[in-house]
């Protein structure tokens, strides 16, 4: 049975989105899961010059305790049209925001909880974050549908961390999806360089911050050792709109006041 005193410690859900045609169906699939989940803070970061109007009003009517920020990403450092998803790196800096207001508005004496890093267009299920909730430094469990492969895990011998159980990029230190780990907040509020880097190779973004942050022997393995996925990478198609220029042709015309 799921916890829900009120004394239990806090989620700090931190998601950076971008303005897309499927962007409010994506936060409305992750608010309606985070709606069952007791004592989540969500920090929803836009990559954008300032907040929009849709993901103001969303939060605004989300019934979830949130915060709304917003940090642009430079040009250069976007993806393209046609661009892979893997180009460039997403999300640094609107990770790194969220970082930022942790730090600036919570403190070791007061506040307990564990920090996630959950994107909008992944799939959650509401075990994993009663598994995080207690994480002493950090936690990590596998995540399916990610690398190339059915799942990526840690390997988990006796209890502790031994190495990875991945293929794509195994020069990295610590070869975890971003929905694969999450950090005791007092590790983040006590080490305030700890950060992401729009520099870090393609795929070092996990290892750039953990590294700052914990050793491999240190790793926290939940999911019943490892064993069970309860997380996926997911990805929504990108919308198709081939036949609304066609539409107009026959006499007819979307309304385009409506949010969609």
């Known amino acids: 049975m799921r916890e829900i005193e009120a004394d239990i410690p806090t989620i700090y859900m ?9 962007q ?27 907040r929009t109007p849709l993901v103001k009003n969303f939060l605004a009517h989300s019934g979830l305790s949130y915060t709304h920020l917003n940090v642009l990403t430079p040009k250069m450092y976007k993806l393209g049209e046609k661009d892979p998803n893997w180009l460039k790196p997403r999300g640094v800096l609107q990770r790194n925001l969220g970082l930022k207001w942790l730090r600036d508005s919570l403190n070791t004496e ?31 469990w596998p995540v399916g549908l990610v690398g190339g492969l059915r799942y990526e ?3 988990v011998t006796n209890g502790k961390v031994t190495g990875w159980l991945a293929y794509w990029n195994q020069e990295r230190p610590f070869q975890m999806d971003m929905a694969g780990f999450a950090i005791n907040l007092k590790l983040i509020l006590e080490n305030p ?19 700052s942050l914990v050793e491999m022997d240190e790793l926290e393995p939940k999911a019943d050792n490892c064993s069970k ?17 066609a539409l107009k042709r026959t006499g007819k015309q979307l309304n385009y006041d409506i949010e969609v």
């Open 14 to 22: 931190i998601t950076p989105t971008h303005t897309r045609m499927v």
């Open 24 to 50: 409010k169906a994506e936060l409305t699939r992750i608010s309606n899961t985070l709606l069952h989940v007791p004592r989540l803070h969500w920090i929803v970061i836009e990559d954008s010059e300032s």
């Open 110 to 140: 007061t506040h307990r909880g564990v920090v996630y890093f959950a994107d909008d267009d992944n799939t959650y299920d509401l075990r994993l974050f009663d598994e995080m909730r207690y994480t002493k430094k950090v936690s990590v």
């Open 153 to 155: 895990s840690p390997q």
């Open 193 to 211: 360089n700890a950060k992401f880097d729009l520099k870090a190779k393609r795929g070092h973004q996990e290892s750039v911050l953990l590294k």
């Open 229 to 245: 996925i309860l997380v996926w990478h997911t990805r929504t198609e990108p919308a198709k709109l081939k036949y609304e220029e």
